[in-house]
């Protein structure tokens, strides 16, 4: 599982009248199983949230204003939403994304291991039979 952070974010509502993503989640709405908390399910293109570039799907929603997120229904997260004025500031607890550089170094490291495994088991292979060879 990857390792998380927690940041602060803050979006200007006022020239949009809305934040531009949507949530998933709430204690009436389990997505994974036990898990109650508030999730970004889609980030709308050209809104604040996706014009700022910080906010991200999947993300968690702790807090929006200082008030926590925990234990409510999707509809009251909704609601939450709905009455947090013009400015907003959302708890969001991410989790650290591997670059695509990083990404594709896994498999290649492993395919040279597994090469160098069969590598020295041949060679062993070799100097055990050679003179039967």
Not at 37 to 47: L, N, Q, R, T
Not at 104 to 127: D, E, F, H, R, W
Request: hydrophobic share 40%; charged share 20%; aromatic share 8%.
């Amino acid at each position: 599982m990857a390792p998380s952070y927690i940041c602060a974010t803050s979006f200007s509502a006022q020239v949009y009248l809305w934040l531009g993503f949507n949530i998933i989640g709430g204690t009436d709405y389990q997505p994974n199983c036990k898990d109650s908390a508030i999730y970004v399910s889609k980030i709308k293109v050209d809104g604040p949230a996706a014009l700022d570039g910080r906010l991200k799907e999947q993300d968690q929603i702790l807090a929006i204003n200082g008030q926590k997120l925990d234990n409510v229904t999707h509809q009251e997260a909704v609601e939450i939403f709905r009455n947090s004025g013009n400015v907003v500031t959302l708890l969001v607890l991410k989790k650290k994304r591997i670059e695509n550089n990083q990404n594709n170094k896994a498999p290649v490291s492993q395919l040279v291991m597994a090469i160098l495994g069969i590598t020295v088991l041949a060679m062993c292979v070799y100097v055990k039979y050679r003179r039967r060879l």
